[in-house]
């Protein structure tokens, strides 16, 4: 399926970011056939953060005056079966995480990622990431592929629209330094769950019965060591591989998808236990809510997806 680039009219695919042609930003649709979606970016010609109308200088808000970044200061998003919530925080300037979520007939998929602060553009490189990831991981799944390689053909798309922030473009013909981001990402279906993630954004398993659990392994330094990223989404990333965890859940609950803005606020898993069984949009907001009671030091990304029991029927 392709659409028109609205600065330019060149038809582009729809899961492209940028058009090839002027390089300006392609809001993604809402709808392509059986698929739904939906993302945290700055809705065109309003302000992300008062959100006034723009004038022509977009680099910056006439009205409150602010740098206008790729993705909204706050998002509350939701579909059947999943929700997300981010947060710019208390203390930081931009919002640069980014979340979106979709639907299909054949299973429900969030991603969150969360721009890497020491890289320039990393609100431009979590969003990129989000808007190419989220259409391919749903087209994979609807076409048959196994959850595992969904989230991998959805991972190898998003790696390559934040890969070609680096490469000059007629929008920015003299790009500095390398934009990028970590990744995570989560695909339920009726018989299984998968997890994909790079970096140290954060995938819980939380079960309506029994003891939640961490799904990832952080690709970072222990925090006495610094805490430094080995693997992210980028350019100058040492790898492309995606890791990927599937599960096959014998109950209901939720999968949780996080950035470190959140987690760093948990002492353990199992302060996700209350969780379990509210809808996914009452427990986005109430995890997302629970970091900013915290401090909210850091921007805040939140993703829940509900996972419904063996036979079809949701959780309480």
């Keep these: ?25 392609l809001a993604a649709p809402e709808e392509s056939g059986s698929h739904v979606w939906t993302t945290s970016a700055s809705v065109s010609g309003e302000c992300g953060h008062c959100g006034a109308a723009l004038g022509d200088d977009r680099g910056f808000c006439e009205e409150c005056g602010r740098r206008q970044g790729a993705g909204l200061d706050r998002a509350e998003l939701r579909l059947d079966g999943v929700a997300a919530v981010t947060d710019r925080g208390h203390l930081r300037h931009h919002n640069e995480d980014a979340i979106a979520i979709g639907i299909d007939g054949g299973g429900t998929v969030a991603i969150v990622c969360d721009g890497v602060s020491t890289s320039p553009r990393a609100d431009v490189a979590a969003m990129a990431a989000v808007e190419a990831g989220l259409p391919a991981s749903l087209r994979a799944v609807t076409g048959g592929m196994p959850a595992d390689g969904a989230l991998r053909a959805g991972f190898a798309r998003a790696f390559t629209a934040v890969d070609a922030l680096t490469h000059p473009s007629a929008a920015d013909p003299s790009p500095s330094g390398i934009p990028s981001c970590t990744y995570v990402t989560a695909l339920v279906t009726a018989d299984a769950i998968a997890v994909g993630w790079l ?43 995606l890791h990927v965890v599937t599960e096959q859940p014998d109950g209901p609950g939720s999968i949780v998808l996080c950035s470190d803005g959140f987690w760093r606020y948990l002492a353990g898993p199992a302060d996700l236990a209350p969780v379990a069984a509210l809808p996914p949009a009452v427990a986005a907001l109430s995890l997302v809510q629970q970091a900013l009671d915290g401090g909210g030091a850091d921007n805040v990304a939140v993703a829940v997806l509900a996972v419904r029991q063996p036979g079809g029927e949701t959780a309480p």
Excluded: F, K, N, Q
């Design 199 to 241: 970096g140290d954004s954060r995938a819980y398993w939380v079960p309506v019965d029994g003891d939640p659990r961490c799904l990832t392994i952080d690709d970072a330094l222990p925090a006495d060591d610094g805490g430094a990223l080995t693997h992210w989404v980028g350019a100058d990333a040492p790898d492309d591989d």
């Design 1 to 25: 399926m392709t659409r028109s680039c609205a600065e330019c009219t060149h038809e582009a695919a729809d899961s492209d970011v940028y058009c090839e042609a002027c390089g300006a930003h």
